[in-house]
C-alpha cells in the first residue's frame, strides 16, 4: 500500500474540512478556502479531526491516485492554516522591483517595466528592491506565479543576471576564451 496514502491527515483547530458529493472537498481556514474535486475512484472519510484516503484496488493507476489524493489534501489544509511562499531574487544592474498598492512593477532592462497584479489569493512583498516574496493559501498558484514573474528574465549562465529562486544555483559557464 502506498506510504504517502495510508496516512492519515490530522485537522488541526480552527479549520473547517467538508467532503460533498463527487469528492468535493472544501477546506476553510484563517488564510482562506480552497476546494478541489478528487477522482470519484477514491474514498474519502473524515472521523472527527483526521481524514483517511482508500483505494479499491490495488491497480497502478490506483496507487498513484491514492498518494496524489492524499498529498494534495494535505497541502490544502497547510495552506490554510501556514500558507506557502516562494521568495525570487533579483540580479542585475539597474533590475529592480516596487510595489504600490495592489500592483507589482519589475524594471528588468527591457523598454517598458513589467506588471503582475496581486488577486483574492497571490499576494506579493518586496521586502528591498532586489527581493519579491509571492504568497499564497494554495500550493500550485504560488508556483505558478513565481514561475511566471522568473520567466519574465530566467537567469543566465555567463554573468548570473536575471531572476532566480533564492535556494536556485546557477551553473556558471566561463566566457570568451582569451588569446
Known sequence: MS?????????????????????VVTVKGPLGTLCETFSPAMTL??????VTVARPNDEKEMRAIHGLTRALIHNMVVG?????SKKLIINGVGYRAEKSGKTLTLKLGYSHDVIFEESDDVKFEV????????????KQKCGQVAAQ????????????????????H???????AGK
Open 45 to 50: 472519510t473524515k472521523d472527527g479531526s483526521v
Open 170 to 176: 546557477i551553473r556558471r559557464k566561463a566566457g570568451k
Open 127 to 138: 521586502p528591498d528592491a532586489n527581493t519579491v516574496i509571492v504568497k499564497s493559501p494554495s
Open 149 to 168: 514573474i522568473r520567466e519574465k528574465r530566467p537567469p543566465e549562465p555567463y554573468l548570473g543576471k536575471g531572476i532566480k529562486y533564492e535556494n536556485e
Open 80 to 84: 490554510v492554516t501556514e500558507g506557502y
Open 3 to 23: 506510504r504517502i496514502g495510508r496516512e492519515p491527515v490530522n485537522i488541526p483547530a480552527g479549520v473547517d474540512f467538508s467532503i460533498a458529493d463527487g469528492n
